[in-house]
């Protein structure tokens, strides 16, 4: 298995013969006004553009709602991607994407004739009631009889839902969204793990290989990889955790 980190929340994975991007977001840096009143401000453009990527197969999209996981020019390449996975709820805004709900799976036929299975797991983008502001938000699961099981987090500041994850499936390397991103939306409350949540969505997860994305690149992130990484070694893992140089192909397992 083959990871890619673009920038943010967007990483190609190779698995199995099948390309993997999650949510696309391709935008050099610029501020994105919200209806809201706010700004979300982009620090940092993708390490591979769009239009240099190889053909996708498929789409992991945690959720649309918001720029720093789907921005304008990912929205521009989801049309050319064969399938696209994402909340139900996105299913009905985006033509051609489908839903999955939460310990949903999808079967997709590998170029050997074998198969990946996708299953929805569960995320929650802030703090309990989060929904009703920020959107529903999902994860996935990639699992194969002879591949590396993956989790994709997506959005998620629950722990107690990596739990839930952990309890199902036994996987090899979790690519977690972490950074703590926080907004007054939400009185500052993280959105995603924090490095300290991280370090127990390890313990949970093991023995996963920790790949961690959408750490940096947007202003709302609070604790960049380099706190990620002192926080992984003051609680012994930093053998388990993998931080990837934006734009190169890198083996994990």
Do not use: C
């Not at 929650?124 to 929904?131: N, T």
Request: aromatic share 4%.
């Amino acid at each position: 298995m083959k990871i890619t980190h673009i920038g943010g929340p967007t990483a190609l994975l190779s698995l199995g013969g099948l390309t993997f991007l999650t949510d696309p977001a391709f935008d050099e840096p610029q501020e994105y006004a919200l209806p809201t009143g706010r700004v979300m401000k982009k620090l940092i453009g993708p390490a591979v553009p769009a239009a240099d990527l190889r053909p996708v197969d498929v789409v992991l999209l945690s959720h649309d709602e918001h720029k720093d996981n789907l921005d304008d020019t990912g929205r521009t390449l989801l049309p050319s991607v064969p399938v696209v996975l994402s909340t139900p709820g996105a299913a009905t805004r985006i033509p051609g994407v489908r839903g999955l709900e939460n310990w949903e799976s999808v079967e997709l036929t590998r170029p050997d004739g074998g198969a990946i299975t996708v299953t929805g797991v569960p995320a929650l983008h802030g703090p309990e009631g989060a929904e009703a502001v920020l959107g529903v938000v999902t994860g996935f699961v990639l699992t194969a009889d002879d591949l590396p099981t993956v989790y994709v987090s997506g959005d998620n500041a629950s722990v107690d839902l990596v739990k839930q994850v952990a309890d199902r499936f036994t996987v090899d390397v979790a690519v977690l969204f972490a950074g703590a991103a926080r907004t007054p939306l939400m009185n500052g409350a993280p959105l995603t793990l924090t490095s300290e949540a991280a370090t127990e969505a390890a313990h949970l997860l093991t023995p996963a290989t920790i790949v961690p994305v959408h750490t940096e690149g947007w202003s709302h992130f609070s604790e960049g990889p380099d706190h990620l990484s002192a926080t992984f070694k003051t609680a012994g893992l930093s053998d388990r955790l993998h931080i990837l140089t934006h734009g190169v192909a890198t083996t994990v397992d």
